[in-house]
């Protein structure tokens, strides 16, 4: 019962963060011309490839096809390797990383 409670509290902090973090994101996004954007997109296709062949992501997690705790570890290891980006100063493949 607490157990439930308290992994309902996380998982709800998770999701808040996450929405917040997309509404940013959304933000900084609309002031882009079509070739940023297309290059962004471009990045962050070339980021989930080099991930994926890596066997850091998998195309199941991709597609939903795991379990919530599986695809909540997912989403823990690209927030952790956006934040790894940032303290790189690697901005650029932060970004990719975030799409």
């Known amino acids: 019962m607490i157990g439930n409670r ?34 962004l997109l471009a990045l962050a296709t070339l980021i989930r490839i080099n991930l994926m062949k890596g066997g850091r992501l998998s195309l199941a997690v991709l597609n939903f096809e795991v379990s919530e705790s599986e695809h909540s570890k997912a989403q823990m290891f690209v927030s952790n390797l956006v934040r790894e980006f940032q303290r790189s100063e690697q901005k650029t493949d932060a970004v990719g990383a975030m799409v």
């Open 6 to 39: 308290i992994k309902k509290k996380v998982y709800n902090a998770g999701y808040k963060s996450g929405l917040e973090e997309i509404e940013r994101f959304i933000i900084s996004v609309k002031g882009q011309s079509d070739s940023e954007i297309g290059m």
